[in-house]
Nanobody, 112 residues
Framework: VQLQASGGGLVHTGGSLRLSCTCS????????MGWYRQAPGQPREFVAR?????TTDYADSVKGRFTISRDISAVYLQMNSLSPEDTAVYYC?????????WGQGTLVTVSS
């Protein structure tokens, strides 16, 4: 299984970015999908999750600003009202047959 994340970059405070992550696995195998992030010197932290039924969960720090969505084999993260505290490497993941698969990460940098 391969996950390819893209969409990171440099934005100013208040700006927006949309992250994408495509999965090479068979569609029928893909379960929950989501995003974590890791800021420099910090542990990896949960950002958002979307289940196969479309229900979602968000970290409190991103509620109201980030929106997760998915289609047949990809997951997306629309990030609005970005702040320097959102600067991190963002990792997508998917759960397939109870195993978690990770993408390579995409860097998001928010300048003040």
């Amino acid at each position: 299984v391969q996950l390819q994340a893209s969409g990171g970059g440099l934005v100013h405070t208040g700006g927006s970015l949309r992250l994408s992550c495509t999965c090479s696995a068979s569609v029928v195998s893909i379960g929950d999908m989501g995003w974590y992030r890791q800021a420099p010197g910090q542990p990896r932290e949960f950002v958002a999750r979307i289940r196969t039924d479309g229900t979602t969960d968000y970290a409190d720090s991103v509620k109201g600003r980030f929106t997760i969505s998915r289609d047949i084999s990809a997951v997306y993260l629309q990030m609005n009202s970005l702040s320097p505290e959102d600067t991190a490497v963002y990792y997508c993941y998917t759960i397939i047959h109870l195993l978690t698969n990770w993408g390579q990460g995409t860097l998001v940098t928010v300048s003040s």
